[in-house]
Nanobody
Framework: QVQLVESGGGVVQPGGSLRLSCVGS??????????VAWYRQAPGKLRELLAS???????KYVESIKGRFTISRDNTKNTVYLQMNDLNPEDAAVYYC??????????????????WGQGTQVTVSS
């Protein structure tokens, strides 16, 4: 199993950018074996998948954030990033990362035995 910690959230003005980080740790684990996905959950809304990335770096995105958000990973640092550009108030939410070894074929989201981070808050406000 892997433990995940997100960071990088904060307050940003509309049109601004943030880079979120998701760091994995665990006993005798191979981070490359885990696919990682980013989600967000706004108040009163369901948690939604944003992007996923395989251990080898193959990324998938939902249509709503394509062109603005980029998922990447550095396996030497056990870290997956979510670069978010051109943020707007609708992007305000708690952002979570999830890791797992088995993924859905369509969107790459981890399934089965997975781990979640505690979330990091993103606020977009002028």
């Amino acid at each position: 199993q892997v433990q995940l910690v997100e960071s990088g959230g904060g307050v940003v003005q509309p049109g601004g950018s943030l880079r979120l980080s998701c760091v994995g740790s665990g006993n005798s684990f191979d981070f490359k074996a885990f696919a990682v996905a980013w989600y967000r959950q706004a108040p009163g809304k369901l948690r939604e998948l944003l992007a996923s990335i395989t251990g080898g770096g193959v990324a998938k995105y939902v249509e709503s954030i394509k062109g603005r958000f980029t998922i990447s990973r550095d396996n030497t640092k056990n870290t997956v990033y979510l670069q978010m550009n051109d943020l707007n108030p609708e992007d305000a939410a708690v952002y979570y990362c999830q890791a797992g070894k088995i993924t859905r074929a369509d969107n790459g989201a981890p399934v089965g035995l997975t781990s979640w981070g505690q979330g990091t808050q993103v606020t977009v406000s002028s």
